[in-house]
């Protein structure tokens, strides 16, 4: 008979410890307050058994049972989907396909800066910093009119967008004036338990100064 010490959690993730595309799929577990065991990996020593979970051997990797999942936004929509409460998807299909764009754009414009933001070509650091400055600061004044970025729920397209905001000092981007309802709304963002959950030590330490 197994013991409940023994026993392993239905659900598991792997998750890099500084990485923001794991770290919106801990923001889901918080919000939805799942039970699953967050393994915390080192990208510099991945455990060989990540590889031969993901052919990809990238984090986020999500178990559940005998399904492997990867790709943070498919894991993020599943995990949605298997407990729907509470939402974090819109009801209604035309809605949902919007949401959805929301998170392909975000891949693309933003988390697809990271690697230039983060690497080491100086110019394509600088570049990149002022795409995502210019990008958030555009898209600012949606903030002015409702308090989250579908409208009044929060939802799966904050949980991606939270990680970007709070890595804003670690990569030196500096929003300007004209951005501050962006920077409350991620101060209301970083204000919910599940946020605050969510982070890693790694992460604590990436918000050098108080907004």
């Not at 801990?26 to 590889?51: H, M, N, S, T, Y």
């Not at 498919?74 to 949401?99: F, G, K, T």
């Not at 394509?124 to 555009?138: M, P, Q, Y």
């Amino acid at each position: 008979m197994t013991t409940p010490a023994a026993r392993k959690p239905i659900m598991m993730l792997y998750s890099g410890m500084s990485d923001p595309y794991s770290h919106r799929t801990r923001i889901v577990l918080f919000e939805k307050d799942i039970e699953c065991q967050i393994v915390e990996i080192d990208l510099a020593k991945k455990p060989r058994e990540l590889g031969e979970l993901n052919p990809y051997n990238q984090v986020p990797t999500m178990v559940d049972r005998d399904l492997v999942l990867y790709e943070s936004n498919i894991i993020n929509e599943y995990l949605d989907e298997r407990l729907p409460h509470p939402p974090l998807m819109p009801v209604d299909p035309v809605s949902r396909a919007r949401a959805r764009l929301m998170l392909v754009r975000f891949d693309r414009d933003w988390y697809s800066l990271i690697h230039d933001i983060t690497g080491g070509d100086k110019k394509a650091a600088t570049k990149a910093r002022h795409a995502l400055r210019d990008g958030l600061t555009v898209i600012s004044p949606i903030f002015k009119e409702q308090p989250f970025s579908l409208g009044e729920e929060f939802s799966l397209v904050d949980c991606s967008l939270a990680p970007l905001l709070w890595r804003l000092d670690r990569w030196d981007v500096e929003l300007p004036r004209q951005a501050k309802p962006i920077l409350d709304y991620a101060e209301r963002i970083f204000a919910r338990k599940s946020f605050k959950l969510s982070l890693t030590e790694a992460e604590k330490a990436m918000r050098a100064r108080p907004r």
